[in-house]
């Protein structure tokens, strides 16, 4: 069973009261996205405790090419690595960080067209599978930091690329066994959360209980065919 956060809740009420996208629209060619956006997660820290974890800061995306595939009702798929994170926030009451980890590995995902109309991408499957770190800053056992040795899968059901402001967010769904990790196989059986947390020294240093990862009203930088576009958008 899925664990749903207060800020997750907050963000289906807010896509009620918005409604849906209406305008069809196809995947856009490759190209970056970049966008700022909160990770909240609860995390355990062994011998410290649970701790309320905010972040905010900027995420960039790669995305390749759409390509046929058809597996998931639609036509069309595209390949996604996120390439990088920096936020920034709190964990508890004590300041922190988090970051994806240096590459390898890639945090790599996919998002899948599952409308059958051909004019029309949307609404599409979503996720990548994250390799991050996070460390925590004066804390009562020092400065800690820790990462997930096996990817965790953030999905999302999205209605526009990038996502939209309140009808989008990503939610940790599970973790994926290192052995048996295949970036290619977005409904692959996953293991539930908790999600293991290890320190530098691959010791384990607690768990990830559940997570979301939404974007935040802002700017949105769309990089495609050499060209910069800026957009700014607003709640409704």
């Known amino acids: 069973m899925r664990t749903v956060t207060p800020f997750a809740i907050l963000l289906l009420l807010s896509a009620a009261v918005s409604g849906p996208r209406v305008s069809a629209e196809t995947f856009p060619p490759e190209g970056f996205d970049v966008l700022s956006g909160r990770a909240t997660h609860q995390i355990e820290i062994l011998g410290a405790g649970i701790f309320l974890t905010v972040m905010d800061g900027p995420t960039e995306v790669w995305r390749g090419n759409p390509y046929p595939y058809t597996a998931s009702g639609g036509d069309e798929a595209i390949d996604t690595v996120m390439t990088s994170?920096?936020?920034?926030?709190s964990v508890g009451p004590?300041?922190?960080?988090?970051h994806l980890q240096g590459a390898p590995p890639e945090s790599p995902g996919m998002i899948i067209d599952t409308n059958p109309d051909p004019s029309d991408s949307y609404p599409a499957e979503s996720f990548f599978d994250i390799f991050f770190e996070i460390t925590v800053y004066g804390t009562p056992m020092g400065d800690l930091t820790i990462h997930n040795q096996d990817p965790l899968r953030m999905a999302s059901v999205i209605h526009t690329i990038p996502p939209d402001l309140v009808l989008d967010f990503y939610e940790a769904v599970g973790w994926i066994p290192i052995g048996s990790y295949t970036p290619r196989a977005p409904n692959a059986p996953l293991e539930l959360l908790p999600l293991p947390l290890y320190y530098p020294d691959?010791?384990?240093a607690g768990y990830l209980l559940n997570g979301t990862h939404?974007?935040?009203?802002?700017t949105f930088v769309l990089l495609a065919a050499g060209a910069l576009l800026t957009l700014r958008r607003t709640r409704c």
């Open 85 to 89: 994170m920096n936020m920034t926030g």
């Open 94 to 98: 004590f300041p922190g960080e988090l």
């Open 202 to 204: 691959d010791t384990l």
């Open 214 to 218: 939404s974007p935040e009203p802002g």
